[in-house]
């Protein structure tokens, strides 16, 4: 009988962790990155001044204006109605403007995190590797907080895609997913974009009467909300919206600033598209059909960036499909492979610490350091710039937080009583001027009139910042995110009055059109006949002459002197527009009107003699500076000496 050979199992390397000793490092680590992620979040977090439009609005509101930005009149100035929502009931207990945004985002960003790992992530790598991603990514971090929507729309992504990869009866997954988009579209509108693939394939696979009957039911908040929007605003999208949209500017001008917006991005965080375009492509090398529908939206989303011309807040519209790979890569990629696991955390790690613009190098002293303001194409580092004034980090410190200059014009403007007052930044200064004041804003996002006329000619006040930055004028007339409204004549003093005074007749017709829509009682037949007629474009014709205006600031004064003739501060104020731009001669009958009303204005004495200098009326020149120190004015000694050389040469030629 043939002996049977023995066998032996084939040898297999032992690990040298028990299952619980990796149980252990394990928890041990998502602990130590989940307490590095929080101290990101905490140092990075930061407010914006477009958030505090959106707080004026809910301030307005919990005090009985109702939801508007100016309280005389009816237009939604805010983009997300479910975020304006979700702030309101905290702010109406403890009526903070700074902690309750930021700590409501903080919040929101941990569930999220939560969600990725504990409810979609497949493997534990997965859930260690995507903290690592999360916290490397500027867009994602700078984003999490700002005061802006997008903390709640990266949640509800997630919340969707748990549901759509969830094995659940299809009516009711049909409704949940109906419904989550519906709340993403009250967050914001364009992030429905990710999500239309994926549920018109569920709808494609699933199509009957009566699914289409349950995503119907999850469709009401948006078909609800359309509707309030239509009576009470008279328009069904935000003003917004139609302020971005209505800019008579070339569509191969604006697809070109949606291309520099992706350089800007890999430039200055790479990591973030890099991510986007890996998911997309392995999805579908490894043919991950699942989320084939996921990636199509991703991919819509990206050409909607470019075909409006991406934003003026770098990298904050790559947040949203940053967070949607990261979803996918959590809940359906694997990586094989002890040392491929070990090359991929090695090198965003090194990415992390080399890397000179990654959230984690975030310290007190944090400025705008990646852009100095502005790029070469009107994009910015937000948060680098208002780091200084809305840091929670800079607060938990110590420092007075916030702090901007526009609270402090916003102050003045509570001292002087003004009525009515011009802006670009309509954020800070709206909500800390009080509802009192009566807030223009030159590029329309609150305005329901200026958003429908087409962008000026030239954007002066972006070509002065730009030309004082690079010394030449921009490449475009325009920035991106912010369209320069024309101040047709009469427009303010018709805002002074509560009337329809534009001089330009045709506008007029228009402007009485947008009053009794904004303005007049809710319910009239008038006004409804008036939003049907609006939203239809039959009143079009009546601002359609009106192309390719200037900006021409001065109107605004105009107005002002002409609401107010014997007021010392709007002729000054006329004198001082001038002045600021160098327009000595333009500057001198306003300033000469000043001390007419008011002969121990100081201020305007002095520049009033320096008016005259540039003017080369030296006596003129020396007699103002003399009135303007015995007024208490503080000169400069230079200017002073300078003067009185060319006074006494003048004086000795004649």
């Known amino acids: 009988m043939e002996k049977k050979k023995k066998s032996f199992p084939k040898n297999k390397k032992k690990s040298i962790f028990t299952p619980s000793a990796v149980n252990k490092i394990f928890y041990l680590s998502i602990v130590v990155l989940f307490a590095l992620f929080f101290i990101v979040l905490v140092k990075t977090a930061w407010l914006s001044d477009d958030s505090f439009i959106t707080l004026r609005v809910i301030d307005n509101f919990v005090n009985g204006y109702g939801l508007r930005y100016n309280v005389v009149e009816r237009v939604q100035a805010y983009t997300h109605p479910l975020w304006l929502f979700l702030l309101t009931l905290p702010y109406f207990v403890f009526k903070d403007p700074f902690y309750t945004p930021i700590l409501i985002s903080i919040a929101l960003t941990l569930i999220l995190l939560y969600l990725l790992i504990f409810k979609l992530s497949i493997s534990r790598f997965n859930s260690i590797f995507i903290i690592i991603l999360l916290i490397a990514s500027k867009s994602f971090i700078d984003y999490s907080s700002s005061g802006l929507e997008n903390p709640l729309s990266h949640l509800l992504i997630v919340i969707y895609i748990y549901f759509y990869l969830k094995e659940i009866e299809i009516q009711r997954k049909i409704l949940i997913l ?40 999850g469709f009401l908040p948006i078909i609800l909300w359309t509707v309030f929007s239509i009576v009470y605003y008279g328009f069904p999208f935000p003003n917004t919206f139609y302020a971005k949209i209505n800019t008579g500017i070339p569509k191969l001008e604006i697809f070109s600033q949606g291309v520099y917006y992706f350089i800007n991005s890999l430039k200055f965080d790479t990591i973030t598209l890099v991510i986007i375009f890996l998911v997309i492509g392995i999805t579908f090398i490894k043919r991950i059909k699942i989320h084939y529908y996921i990636v199509f939206g991703i991919l819509l989303y990206l050409i909607y960036i470019i075909y409006i011309g991406g934003d003026f807040m ?64 009107g994009i910015s580092d937000e948060r680098g710039y208002y780091y200084q004034n809305t840091s929670l980090w ?85 920035r991106i995110g912010h369209f320069l409204r024309p101040l047709p004549e009469g427009f303010t003093l018709s805002k002074i009055k509560n009337d329809c005074l534009i001089k330009d007749s045709l506008l007029n017709e228009f402007y009485k059109k947008i009053y009794i829509i904004t303005q007049s009682s809710i319910f009239s037949f008038e006004r409804f006949n008036e939003i049907i007629k609006m939203n239809l474009g039959l009143y079009d014709k009546l601002k359609s002459h009106y192309k390719d205006q200037e900006y021409v600031e001065t109107n605004y004064y105009d107005d002002l002197i002409a609401a107010n003739p014997n007021s010392v501060k709007y002729y000054f104020g006329k004198g001082n527009w001038y002045f600021r731009r160098q327009i000595y001669d333009k500057a001198l009958p306003y300033f000469i009107k000043t001390i007419q009303i008011d002969s121990t204005f100081s201020l305007a004495w ?37 003067l009185y050389e060319k006074y006494y040469q003048q004086t000795l030629n004649k």
């Open 314 to 377: 770098s990298g904050r519209f790559f947040s949203l499909p940053f967070i949607t790979a990261i979803a996918i890569l959590v809940s359906s990629i694997t990586f094989n492979g002890y040392y491929s696991k070990l090359f991929l955390s090695i090198i965003f790690v090194l990415y992390l610490i080399l890397y000179p613009y990654t959230p984690v190098k975030t310290g007190i002293d944090y400025a705008d350091k990646t852009f100095n303001f502005l790029d070469e194409n």
């Open 394 to 478: 800079k607060a938990i410190n110590g420092y007075k937080i916030p702090q901007h200059q526009m609270i402090d014009v916003a102050q003045r403007q509570i001292e002087m009583k003004e009525k009515v007052f011009l802006a670009g930044a309509i954020g800070f200064l709206g909500y800390y001027a009080g509802p009192s004041l009566y807030v223009i804003d030159v590029y329309a996002l609150s305005d329901a009139f200026l958003s429908k006329l087409p962008v000026v000619k030239y954007d002066l006040i972006y070509g002065r910042a730009y030309e004082k930055k690079f010394n030449r004028k921009p490449n475009k007339n325009w």
């Open 178 to 217: 109906s419904f989550i988009i519906s709340l993403s579209y009250l967050n914001r509108i364009d992030s429905i974009l990710i999500y239309i693939p994926s549920l018109f394939y569920l709808f494609y696979q699933n199509h009957s009467k009566k699914n289409f009957l349950y995503a119907i039911y």
């Open 606 to 642: 002095y520049r009033l003699s320096i008016s005259y200098f540039y003017y080369k009326d030296f006596s003129n020149a020396f007699i103002s500076l003399q009135k303007a120190k015995k007024y208490g004015e503080k000169v400069d000694s230079i200017y002073e000496k300078a």
